[in-house]
């Protein structure tokens, strides 16, 4: 007769996923290794990068992210969704490592969930941001790697806040994150404006992680875009990246066309000014010419 049939004993399922997390000082590193400078020394170095962003509007919050999972110049995934549903009202976006976002995810999930249960209502956005914020500064220095902006819409109305894995905590208009999100914020700065219409915000969420892909080298698949409303967060769409993109460009080149129209416009034979101005500045007066 075995073991397990005399005490009753049952092997811990080591397969299945655990909302638990060990302590910060409970990691298993090899005996008289202190767990940050382990990591440090022995972890892995893999590049990883992605585009995500997230602005605010008077309509609610949009939330858009490419699809690509990389791991060092590897496409893990072309696919992978990297905005995450927390409840009804509330979503998240993850760049990082995939493991790591999906874990705390996992674990807001878990304590928004009791906090309802005890208080009868969900937390605000900020109280969710907060409670992230505070569960994973203590793990700072063991390489965890979880930047994420939180949009919601609660009883103050939509909201945006961006959280990273050292305890870093951030309200804001516009959050772009990754890899790609310089690029993204070239397009945000010039396009974004809080009175937008929805349709305006759609446009200019896949115009920005469209472009960021096409610079970026970690950052490409496809343009996923939420949208969190008063009734709750909507899936609007997945686009192509690459084909996006080329509609883009598509739609530029005639406003290239007329401003070179504009620009040949104002200058004479041979490609010289015409009488009276100068490219980029205006005629001055002959004395100070002469200056």
């Known amino acids: ?13 080591t397969q299945g996923a655990s909302p638990h997390l060990p302590q910060a000082g ?15 020394t022995h972890g892995p170095r893999l590049a990883h990068g992605t585009t ?15 699809t690509r999972s990389s791991c060092g110049n590897y496409v893990e995934c072309p696919a992978s969704r990297k905005v995450i549903p927390v409840h009804q009202h509330l979503l998240g976006t993850t760049s990082g490592t995939s493991a790591d976002c999906i874990t705390w995810y996992r674990v807001l999930r878990r304590e928004l969930r009791l906090r309802a249960l005890r208080e009868g209502q969900l937390p605000s956005v900020a109280g969710a941001a907060k409670l992230l914020s505070g569960m994973m500064s203590r793990y700072r220095g063991l390489d ?6 939180l949009c919601g819409w609660d009883r103050s109305g939509p909201a945006l806040f961006y959280v990273y894995s050292d ?34 915000a759609y446009a200019l969420a896949r115009r920005a992680v469209a472009h960021a892909t096409h610079r970026d080298a970690y950052s ?14 909507e ?13 883009l460009q598509k739609l530029s080149e005639p406003e290239k066309e007329g401003e070179e129209e504009a620009t040949s416009g104002r200058t004479g034979p041979g490609g010289e000014p015409s009488e009276g101005r100068a490219l980029g500045h205006p005629r001055m007066p002959a004395e100070t010419e002469m200056l």
Not at 238 to 245: G, N, P, S, T
């Open 1 to 13: 007769m075995a073991l397990q049939d005399v005490c009753q004993w049952r092997a811990p399922d």
């Open 26 to 40: 409970g990691w298993a590193v090899p005996q008289g290794w202190d767990p940050q400078t382990f990591l440090q």
């Open 52 to 66: 995500t962003l997230a602005f605010r509007f008077r309509h609610g919050v949009i939330a858009a992210a490419d």
């Open 144 to 149: 965890l790697c979880v930047a994420t902006a």
């Open 167 to 200: 305890g870093t905590l951030l309200q804001g208009d516009i959050f772009s994150v990754g890899s790609g999100s310089p690029y993204a914020y070239g397009v945000l700065d010039r396009g974004y404006r809080y009175d937008m219409s929805t349709q305006e």
């Open 220 to 233: 490409g698949g496809s343009v996923d875009l939420f949208h969190v409303r008063e009734s709750g967060w």
């Open 235 to 247: 899936y609007v769409s997945r686009h192509d990246a690459w084909v996006l993109y080329s509609q």
